[in-house]
T-cell receptor, first 117, second 113 residues
């Protein structure tokens, strides 16, 4: 009974490198959400994707960040030219269909802890 | 837009004592309300949610919350806590019809023996 799978669990990068975070949604789920949790803060919405479509990216930084959810394979959150301020926990959630949160609760993965040296 | 304020960043209590974690929200539209729990190095687990109907909502692990529209609050309570309840608790809202959750800053609940 696999839940939302995120990998890697921990990722260390040096400033200027690229970070790729992967998220495999629960079986049967076709909607993916990415959230970022900065130290000592709550989660902040970044982006909402369906297969091959970005539905809402209102929480994504304008530069260096991108996300995709291809027809096959996991969703990828990509951060180019990482900086110290990108250090955070990145969480992925998934839900089965579209619709409101009332009938489509989001199931969260265990997150990727990104550390920038 | 919605916002959530969790009034206490840390709450220490003794085992078997009651606890209340406070949450206030603001929104210009109707909302759904949620409480999530995060154990160390894990993701978030849904404790309970308020969608409509009865303002007293019961969740897992003996937790309950009460929606108070006039005070725009959704406080979480448990009559008797256990060591295993030690975790971070997040209150969240979403506008009805929306997909994204807006989280509070979290409250760290520490249970002392």
């Amino acid at each position: 009974n696999a839940g939302v799978m995120q990998n890697p669990r921990h990722l260390v990068r040096r400033r200027g490198q690229e970070a790729r975070l992967r998220c495999s949604p629960m079986k049967g789920h076709s909607h993916v959400y990415w959230y970022r949790q900065l130290p000592e803060e709550g989660l902040k919405f970044m982006v909402y994707l369906q297969k091959e479509n970005i539905i809402d990216e209102s929480g994504m930084p304008k530069e260096r960040f991108s996300a995709e959810f291809p027809k096959e394979g996991p969703s990828i959150l990509r951060i180019q030219q990482v900086v110290r301020g990108d250090s955070a926990a990145y969480f992925c959630a998934s839900s089965p269909f579209g619709g409101t949160l009332s009938n489509q609760p989001q199931h969260f993965g265990d997150g990727t802890r990104l550390s920038i040296l | 837009a919605q916002s959530v304020t969790q009034l206490d960043s840390q709450v220490p209590v003794f085992e078997e004592a009651p606890v209340e974690l406070r949450c206030n929200y603001s929104s210009s539209v109707s909302v759904y309300l949620f409480w999530y729990v995060q154990y160390p190095n894990q993701g978030l687990q849904l404790l309970l949610k308020y969608l409509s109907g009865s303002t007293l909502v019961k969740g897992i692990n003996g937790f309950e919350a009460e929606f108070n529209k006039s005070q725009t609050s959704f406080h979480l309570r448990k009559p008797s806590v256990h060591i295993s309840d030690t975790a971070e608790y997040f209150c969240a809202v979403s506008a009805q019809g929306a997909q994204k959750l807006v989280f509070g800053q979290g409250t760290r609940l520490t249970i002392n023996p």
